[in-house]
């Protein structure tokens, strides 16, 4: 019922900065949290932030101070500003919202993007 298109990887030098973007579009009712994941090779996905439609954020540790989550409710989209990046950033970013249709909530995931950070 949702679908979300991500956009703003690539590659970039060690102490970069990119910003990534996640559009969702479709028929839903709502969008209740918005966030972002990410998952290296080999490892789980694991959870960088999130935010509440009423603007609330958390962060994971690994991420707190230089990443940002911001999302336009207007535009159905959520951003992430990642700076200072390192190496060990390199993985597969995942979108992820948490959406209303008809009277039923569900999880909605993004194809993920390829962020790789080297020199």
């Known amino acids: 019922q949702v679908q979300l298109v991500e956009s703003g990887g690539g590659l970039v030098q060690p102490g970069g900065s990119l910003r990534l973007s996640c559009a969702a579009s479709?028929?839903?009712?709502?969008?209740?949290?918005m966030g972002w994941y990410r998952q290296a090779p080999g490892k789980e996905r694991d959870l960088l932030a999130t935010?509440?439609?009423?603007?609330?954020?958390n962060y994971a540790d690994s991420v707190k101070g230089r990443f940002t989550i911001s999302r336009d409710n207007a535009k159905s989209t959520v951003y992430l500003q990642m700076n200072s990046l390192k190496p060990e950033d390199t993985a597969v970013y995942y979108c992820?919202?948490?959406?209303?249709?008809?009277?039923?909530?569900?999880?909605?995931w993004g194809q993920g993007t390829q962020v790789t950070v080297s020199s």
């Open positions: 935010i509440t439609s009423g603007g609330n954020t």
């Open positions: 479709g028929i839903f009712s709502s969008i209740n949290t």
């Open positions: 992820y919202v948490y959406y209303r249709y008809t009277t039923w909530w569900y999880n909605g």
